[in-house]
């Protein structure tokens, strides 16, 4: 079991920033891969950036050059700092942690919301 408890998010203005962070707990492999995901009302659950513990980054495009994950293994912790949002960044952030090993499992924490005003 692995625990996922998420920090940072608020109300913030366009052009603002913000770090979210994500600190895992339990039973963590040293290959476990970990995300950011968010979810706007109505809308699907989509991928925000994800971090393997060696480094490897990927990026959804809408978040290119504004956004940076970055992660601490030693802290179990992941972070994503935010910078230039925009309206259309509002969401509920979600954290998420997976195995590569078998059993392969997926976690969540319970989200942070991020609101930002125009």
């Known amino acids: 079991q692995v625990q996922l408890v998420e920090s940072g998010g608020g109300l913030v203005q366009a052009g603002g920033s913000l770090r979210l962070s994500c600190v895992a707990s339990?039973?963590?492999?040293?290959?476990?891969?970990m995300g950011w995901y968010r979810q706007a009302p109505g809308k699907q659950r989509d991928l925000v950036a994800a971090?393997?513990?060696?480094?490897?980054?990927n990026y959804r495009d809408a978040v290119k050059g504004r956004f940076t994950i970055s992660r601490d293994n030693a802290k179990n912790t992941m972070y994503l700092e935010m910078n230039s949002l925009k309206p259309e960044d509002t969401a509920i952030y979600y954290c998420?942690?997976?195995?590569?090993?078998?059993?392969?499992?997926?976690?969540w924490g319970q989200g942070t919301q991020v609101t930002v005003s125009s």
């Open positions: 998420k942690l997976w195995t590569l090993r078998v059993p392969q499992n997926t976690y």
């Open positions: 339990g039973n963590i492999n040293d290959d476990d891969v």
């Open positions: 971090i393997t513990a060696a480094g490897s980054i």
